[in-house]
């Protein structure tokens, strides 16, 4: 009250400082310039003191005027009628400029106040829109809620089973007793709805397009009327935003359940499909050896023990590799490197795949200057038994299969060679994915998955390429010792 009044009187101290001021000049002064100046004290009082401090500066204005500029001075008594009539003009005039200015600050005020709801809702909606997971978005409406409107407290409230329960606050936090008025127990109806609770607590519906989502609670709300219905619209943009990140979630959770149960049956068939063909030869072999055993000859009997040993080779191989192939997309495979040479690593392939590989011809074109590798050779020689398992697989009967290796680049490149119908073009990245399949009868497996992987995890590259003639080139890139050191 008491700045009201102090801003009111700033209109009326202007036209008794400005008559006083014009005082000394009264002699070389009209009554209408004396009237003109002391238009300056009725909108200094409007701008100030809003259209009360105008008419209190209109009423100073005249009396100055009436007592100092008008004749006989220093007295209140005008004299000639003719004097009359700038004292009239001059209270109409100063009126009617009150009131226009008193408008123009008004409409100016009002526009001023727009402009920072629209500001402040645009602050608003622009942090609803923001990505971010259901606590994340609770948590930025709480606290623009406390920022922009200055309250005390805030919290949001939503529907857990039967009770509504706060799960984001900002500021003084609700008590029991406000929260039991709230939130009661279950059984007892809820009132989501906007107004008063308590002495200084206020409820706002939060609601989408289903329904009420929840609830706000604001403590020491003492916003003006234009801030209710600035509150109530960031309340729906909130309410929509949150059920929008609900969806989102469910959503979310649902296509991530579908891929899961993509990939297990993709995981079914691909380790099926690898399965299935050792299985099957041991259980000929076993059969054959339990019914047949007493008819058979001593090299029937030893090809029929080598088959099954070949194929608990290739099923152990493939159980191991799965293993490490886990571990490796669970980040927890180690690559332990050491030199070793391009030649003690294709031996070591091809002892393991022996038996597999039986009477097929493998050609070797390794030069003696390459130099030494910095690999694990346990993974690496995983690689090549995996490529060397793919090629004979896939080569004719009576094809040989070319191991070859190279310095390029300033990398050793390692290579397996088959005679096959090839990899198309289009499959040629798809073909070391894990479970993939083709219906066109091309390369399938796991094995190609695994070699990728175990090549990935050092740091390499494998690709395939067409083969000189016909067939298909498996190539793998390995870093030479003495480039590792460096």
């Keep these: 009250m008491a700045v009201r009044i102090l801003r009111s009187s700033v209109g009326v101290l202007t036209a008794l400082a400005l008559g006083a001021c014009m005082?000394?000049?009264?002699a070389h002064l009209s009554i209408a310039t004396a009237g003109l100046v002391l238009v300056v004290p009725v909108?200094?009082?409007?701008?100030?003191g809003g259209y009360l401090g105008g008419i209190a500066a209109v009423a100073t204005g005249f009396l100055v005027y009436d007592f100092a500029y008008i004749p006989p001075y220093n007295t209140l008594t005008v004299g000639a009628v003719q004097n009359w009539a700038p004292l009239g003009v001059y209270v109409v005039i100063m009126l009617l400029v009150a009131q226009v200015v008193a408008h123009?600050?008004?409409?100016?005020?009002?526009?001023?106040?727009?402009?920072i709801e629209a500001r402040r809702?645009?602050?608003?909606?622009?942090?609803?829109?923001?990505?971010?997971?259901?606590?994340?978005?609770?948590?930025?409406?709480?606290?623009?809620i406390a920022t922009v409107f200055e309250v005390e407290g805030v919290a949001v409230l939503l529907p857990n089973d039967d009770r509504l329960e706060v799960v984001a606050s900002q500021g003084r936090a609700l008590d029991q007793t406000e929260l039991e008025g709230l939130a009661p127990g279950p059984g007892v109806p809820v009132a989501v709805g906007a107004g008063p609770v308590g002495a200084d607590l206020r409820t706002l519906v939060l609601s989408a397009a289903s329904g009420p989502v929840g609830m706000l609670a604001l403590r020491g709300w003492s916003g003006p009327r234009s801030d209710d219905q600035l509150l109530q619209t960031f309340a729906n943009h909130a309410a929509l935003a949150l059920e929008r990140v609900q969806l989102r979630t469910k959503a979310m959770r649902t296509e991530l359940l579908e891929e899961v149960e993509k990939v297990r049956r993709d995981l079914i068939g691909a380790v099926s499909h690898d399965l299935r063909t050792p299985l099957a030869t041991m259980k000929v072999a076993s059969s054959t050896l339990l019914g047949s055993r007493s008819r058979l000859s001593e090299q029937e009997l030893d090809e029929l023990y080598t088959l099954l040993d070949v194929q608990t080779d290739r099923l152990s191989r493939l159980v191991t590799s799965l293993l490490d192939l886990n571990r490796y997309e669970r980040g927890v495979l180690r690559v332990e490197r050491r030199p070793c040479t391009v030649l003690d690593l294709i031996g070591d392939a091809l002892a393991g795949m022996r038996a597999t590989l039986g009477d097929r011809q493998v050609d070797l074109r390794v030069p003696n200057a390459l130099p030494t590798?910095?690999?694990?050779?346990?993974?690496?020689s995983q690689v090549v038994t995996n490529l060397l398992d793919n090629a004979d697989r896939h080569s004719p009967q009576g094809e040989a299969v070319e191991i070859s290796a190279e310095m390029l680049d300033g990398r050793v490149r390692l290579c397996v060679t088959d005679r096959g119908c090839g990899v198309p073009l289009d499959e040629r990245e798809s073909v070391f994915h894990s479970f993939v399949r083709f219906d066109t009868g091309g390369r399938a497996g796991l094995g190609l998955a695994i070699a990728r992987a175990f090549v990935e995890a050092h740091g390499e590259r494998i690709w395939v390429e067409d083969a000189p003639g016909n067939g298909a080139r498996f190539v793998v890139t390995m870093t030479p010792s003495q480039v590792a050191e460096v």
């Design 23 to 26: 005082l000394p000049f009264r």
């Design 43 to 48: 909108v200094v009082g409007v701008i100030a």
């Design 104 to 115: 123009l600050r008004a409409a100016r005020a009002s526009a001023q106040r727009r402009e």
């Design 121 to 144: 809702l645009y602050t608003l909606s622009e942090l609803t829109v923001e990505g971010g997971s259901v606590e994340q978005l609770l948590d930025t409406v709480v606290r623009a």
């Design 373 to 380: 590798v910095d690999i694990d050779p346990i993974l690496m």
